[in-house]
Structures are given as C-alpha cells and as structure tokens.
C-alpha cells in the first residue's frame, strides 16, 4: 500500500516516518534505515533548519516526514519543472496578476531548488534561503501595505456614503423648510393684498363720507350765498 502522508508538494520529502506518542506528550520517532555519516548528518540538519519537517495525523497516528537528502538528477531538475506546469494548469492558475495558487506553486518549486542545491553546497543554499526570506519579507510588506490601502479605501468609502446619506438628510431638511417658508410667504402675500384691499375701500368710503359732509356744509352756505345775490340784485326802493 502507499505510505500516508499529506498533500502532494513540490519540495521533495523523504518517506513519513510514525512517530509513537507517549502520555506525557513525548515523542520518540521509531528507528528507521542506515546510520548517516558526519556529511550527510550536517546536510540534514541544515535542511530541516532552511526547510523544517511537517507532521501530520493519519488514522490516530502521528508522522513526520522531512524534506529529502538525496541530491538531484537532471532529469529530476525536468520533472520538477513538467511537475510545476501541470500543478499550475491543473489548479487553474492565473498567469498574471496576484494569484495565491501561482505563488505557492513557485514557493515550493523555489524551495525544491533550494534543497538540491544546498545538498551539492552548503554555502549557496544558505545564500538562496536569505535571498527566499527577503523575497518572502517584501511579499509581505506589500500583502500589509495593499491591505492597509485597501481598508483605507473601505473607510472613505464608508465615510463617503455617510456624509452623502448625512447630505441627502439635510437637502431634504432643507427642502422642507424652503417649502414651509414658501406657504408661509404665500400667506403673507394673501394678507398683505387683503390688507391692501380693505385700505383701498376705507379710503374710499371715507372719502365719500367726506364729500357728503362738504356737501351736507355745503348746501346751507349755496342757498344764504343765492339769497343774498337775489337781495343785492333787487332794485333799491325809494322812498
């Protein structure tokens, strides 16, 4: 049967080794193959260091599984790169833009080169995981600053929305009052020419009444005025 072991990678392991769990929680790793040499112990240790083991549980048993020591062939340099590929076609990976499964695809076929060539040199692998580690870092500072800048964006967006709705509330505030004060002027007009209309007819009737009493003061004065012409006009008696 094939050995269990987690999702298929890139990055070459080596077979899962069952690790026996004691009741404390100590772990001690079943012995498996031939004893290393000094070389080989040094190269191992410097790959779990730059590229550590993973574990996992299968059917209640625990297993770890660390990355693989034995140096590359050129034909397994082909394969890696066919392998790569067919994961990024299978996985339907974008082939620009921001990606997550076309970078973690490349993470761990960077991390497969790194492994074969730390195993032919300890020195340039070294050098590659720096090189990888700062890669990683300004990854990540860009991952932090489009996020910040993303979030920034979703606040004054919201901002935005808020003072809009805060507007509309207040043209609508506004509004009303314009059209309040609109019926108010309305009615003050209706007033105004009623007013108007009411000081037109008293001046009107008081001018009448006016008249009438010039001539009611008239009339007395026209007909003692016509007696005394008619006394003056007549011929003086003589005696």
Known sequence: SNPPGPASSLLKYETPILVNTTGKGDKKF???????????KKTAEFLNSILPPREFTENGQLWVQYVSATPATKGDVINLQEDLDKRLMQKQARETGICPIREEQYSQCFDELIRQIAIECLE????????????????????ALYESSIAFGMRKALQAEQRKNEMIMTIRSLEKNCEDLERQVESMERQIDEMLMEEK??????????????????????DLMKD???KLSAPEKRP
């Open 201 to 222: 007819e008293e001046r009107e009737r008081a001018k009448q009444r006016h008249e009438d009493e010039v001539k009611i003061l008239n009339d007395p004065i026209d």
């Open 124 to 143: 340039r692998g070294f050098l590659l995981v720096r090189v990888r580690d700062e890669i990683r870092m300004t990854i990540e500072a860009y991952q």
């Open 228 to 230: 005394f012409n008619t």
């Open 30 to 40: 079943m012995p498996t193959g031939r004893e290393k040499t000094g070389k080989e």
